[in-house]
């Protein structure tokens, strides 16, 4: 196995293809030790992802294939660079003086992280050590590996319920919808504190029923504080031209301010603190 590379700071929109070809492959990936993982990049200051000021890591590793996803260069191991728990806990080290100031913690995004959990693990782990908020972005598909153990140095979730119907949930990302669903009832039941995020695809995710199904779902959650309507972009467009696969949304042109404000709306009169 060779060595640890170094993880370069930068952006989720960063290309980033290639870097250990030797990596497993993600599908039926375990990482029992954990010592070591996958990563694409982390962003040092985001005020999106998470309450206060965060540093975001991006992992490598998503079994999940969003037709409108903004990181394809996420998905797979071996396009990631290999770095320790060490060297992250290492570098996210200096930010910890500005991220405690200003109410704000470590977000491990991806890709999914839970591909990579127990590296996630020790990295949250190490975070809670230093006095930090954790929190994990996830689509929440993985929800079933996680453990007491994993929930314990997790203080919250921020959890994508890209749709309420099988048929379309399995339309945008291919995978199922239930288990998901399955992972946000587990942390309705222990109270985990959540966040829940409904990316906005017009002629994709749009449909009335479809967001009245996520409202109807999320209304009666008591930890779920906000659900946040994520509009669609065409940010990530260039990478899926760049890695020469088929990109379905060419022509999606983003929600207007209208929509965002409907859908907001749908979910506020379900009861849901929306934004
Ligand atoms: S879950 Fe996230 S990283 Fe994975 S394919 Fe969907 S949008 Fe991309």
Redesign the pocket.
């Known amino acids: 196995m060779p060595q640890a590379a170094t993880l370069e700071a930068g952006s989720r929109y960063d290309l980033r293809v290639g870097s250990s070809p030797e990596a497993p492959d993600e599908a039926d990936f375990r990482d029992d030790s954990g010592v070591f993982g996958y990563a694409h990049s982390y962003e040092s200051s985001s005020r999106y992802d998470g309450p206060g000021l965060r540093v975001v890591l991006f992992l490598s590793g ?1 079994l ?3 037709t ?5 260069d ?2 797979h191991l071996k396009d990631g660079t290999r770095v320790s728990v060490q060297q992250v806990l290492d570098r996210l080290q200096s930010f910890v003086p500005a991220l405690r100031s200003l109410e704000g913690g470590l977000t491990i995004s ?3 992280p839970m591909v990579q959990l127990e590296f996630t693990r020790r990295i949250l782990a190490g975070a809670k050590e230093m006095g930090l908020h954790t929190a994990i972005q996830t ?1 929440g598909y993985l929800g079933d590996r996680v453990d007491d153990r994993f929930l314990s140095v997790l203080d919250m979730v921020m959890l ?1 319920i890209k749709s309420s119907d099988p048929a379309t949930y399995l339309k945008v ?1 291919e995978r199922e919808l239930a288990p998901t669903l399955r992972f946000a009832e587990r942390l309705a039941k222990i109270g985990k504190r959540a966040w829940v995020r409904f990316t906005l695809v017009p002629g994709h995710t749009d449909d009335p029923a479809n967001v009245d199904g996520v409202a109807r779902f999320v209304a009666p959650m008591k930890n779920v504080e906000w659900v946040e309507v994520q509009p669609f972009h065409q940010m990530g467009a260039f990478k899926w031209k760049a890695m020469n696969l088929e990109y379905k949304h060419t022509d999606t042109l983003p929600p207007s301010p209208e929509l965002v404000a409907r859908v907001i709306g749908q979910f506020r009169a379900a009861g849901c603190n929306a934004r």
């Open positions: 998503c999940l294939r969003c409108y996803c903004h990181n394809p996420t998905w991806g890709g999914e689509s994508d990302t």
